[in-house]
C-alpha cells in the first residue's frame, strides 16, 4: 500500500495522510482531525462561492505533473499489496465508513445514478456525485430523528436533493435546507474520499463495494 | 500514491514531506531508496478500542524534499487569470472564509500551511 507521509516541524512526527495519524516519532498513533472539503472544478467552486478566496499560483499552468498517472496503470510508487480485482487498479471511488464499515462506490457506477441512498458503518447516508465535475459529497440523511430518503431533481440547470416523502429541498455543495419543511437546517457532512481503488482497497482489505441493482 | 483526498488536517503545521515519487511515461523514475523499515502504529490513545497496525515505510525523499506552502497567498476569483474552469481545486469553507487550491499546483507542493476561518489546517494532496 503506498500514500503520502508527511512531517511536523515541531515534533518530527511522521503522518500517514491516509490514515490521517501518526505513524512514527513522538505524536505516533494520535488521530488528526479532519475537515471536510469539497474536490471540484475552480469553475463549480466560484459558482457555488463567489466570495472565496483562491490560490495564488503566480504565473503557473493548469496542467498536472501527474496527468499520465492518474489515467497510467501504476499502483503508486512500490505498487499494491493486496490485488483486489473486483474493479481495476486505477479505478476511482468514492470511499465511506473508513476503519468503522467500509464501503467503496465506484464513480463508474455513479455516472447515471448521482444520488445513492444507503447505509454504512452504522450510519444513514446520501451519496451526491456530480459527473462532470467528479465531484462527490456525502451527508448523514438521518434529521431530526427521520431518515430521509433522497433524489435528484434539477431546477433550471442546478442538480438539487429532493427528500420523497416530504419534498424538501436541499443544495447538494452544502446540505442546506432551501424549500419545505427542513429550509435552513443542515445535513451533517460524513467523511469521504475520492481515492483510486488500489490504495481503498489496500487500506481496507474488507471493504464492502457498491454494485448497482 | 496520488490518492485525491478530500480532508484537511489540523492542529500541527505539517511542512515537509517523505515522498513516493513517480514520474509519469513509459519508464517510471524512481529518486533512490534512502531507508524501507517496518513500523508499528500505535493505536490512537484517544480510543480506547482502536486496533494498531503495521506498515512498511518507504523513504525516497529527504525531509523538504518537496518544499510544502508555508505562505499561501490568495486571489480573488476575478483574478485568478492562470485559472482555467475544469481545473481540479480542493475548495474549503470554515467559519464563512471559503478557499480554494488548485490541484495540478499541490501536485508539485503536496501540503499547503493555511489558517482558514481563523483555523490552522493543512491542505495535502
Known amino acids: 500500500m503506498n500514500a503520502l507521509v508527511m512531517y511536523d516541524h515541531q515534533s518530527g512526527t511522521l503522518w500517514s495522510q491516509f490514515l490521517s495519524q501518526g505513524v512514527k516519532g513522538e505524536l505516533a498513533g494520535r488521530r488528526l482531525e479532519t475537515i471536510p472539503l469539497v474536490q471540484t472544478t475552480f469553475g463549480q467552486w466560484v459558482l457555488e462561492h463567489p466570495d472565496t478566496a483562491i490560490l495564488d499560483k503566480g504565473r503557473s499552468g493548469s496542467s498536472d505533473r501527474y496527468g499520465g498517472y492518474y489515467t497510467n496503470n501504476d499502483a503508486g510508487v512500490i505498487g499494491e499489496s493486496n490485488g483486489d480485482d473486483r474493479l481495476d487498479r486505477k479505478d476511482k471511488v468514492v470511499g465511506i465508513g473508513f476503519d468503522e464499515g467500509p464501503k467503496a462506490f465506484p464513480l463508474s457506477a455513479l455516472g447515471d445514478r448521482p444520488v445513492v441512498n444507503d447505509h454504512v458503518a452504522g450510519e444513514d447516508v446520501v451519496l451526491f456525485f456530480q459527473p462532470n465535475t467528479e465531484t462527490a459529497l456525502v451527508f448523514n440523511r438521518k434529521l431530526n430523528g427521520e431518515r430521509l430518503e433522497f ?6 440547470g442546478t442538480a438539487l436533493l429532493r427528500d420523497r416523502k416530504t419534498g424538501s429541498l436541499f443544495l447538494p455543495f452544502t446540505g442546506m435546507g432551501i424549500e419545505g419543511e427542513y429550509v435552513g437546517q443542515q445535513l451533517e457532512r460524513i467523511h469521504s474520499v475520492v481515492s483510486f481503488w488500489f490504495a481503498w482497497s489496500d487500506f481496507y482489505p474488507e471493504t464492502e463495494l457498491y454494485t448497482r441493482t | 500514491m496520488r490518492i485525491p483526498w478530500s480532508y484537511l488536517f489540523m492542529g500541527l503545521t505539517a511542512v515537509g514531506i517523505l515522498l513516493f515519487f513517480v514520474l509519469g511515461g513509459p519508464q517510471a523514475l524512481r529518486v533512490g531508496l ?15 478500542s482502536a486496533q494498531g497496525r503495521t506498515l512498511e515505510l518507504v523513504t525516497l525523499l529527504p525531509p523538504d524534499g518537496i518544499q510544502a506552502i508555508l505562505n499561501p497567498q490568495f486571489i480573488s476569483p476575478a483574478e485568478a487569470t492562470r485559472y482555467v474552469a475544469d481545473e481540479p481545486v480542493l475548495g474549503v469553507t470554515i467559519n464563512g472564509d471559503s478557499r480554494a487550491y488548485s490541484i495540478p499546483f499541490l501536485s ?18
Do not use: F, H, M, S
Open chain 2, 108 to 125: 508539485g507542493r503536496e501540503v499547503v500551511n493555511d489558517t482558514v476561518g481563523g483555523i490552522p489546517i493543512a491542505v495535502t494532496w
Open chain 2, 34 to 48: 534512502l531507508n524501507k523499515e517496518t513500523i508499528v502504529v500505535p493505536p490512537d490513545p484517544g480510543n480506547p
Open chain 1, 151 to 156: 433524489e435528484q431533481v434539477v431546477d433550471d
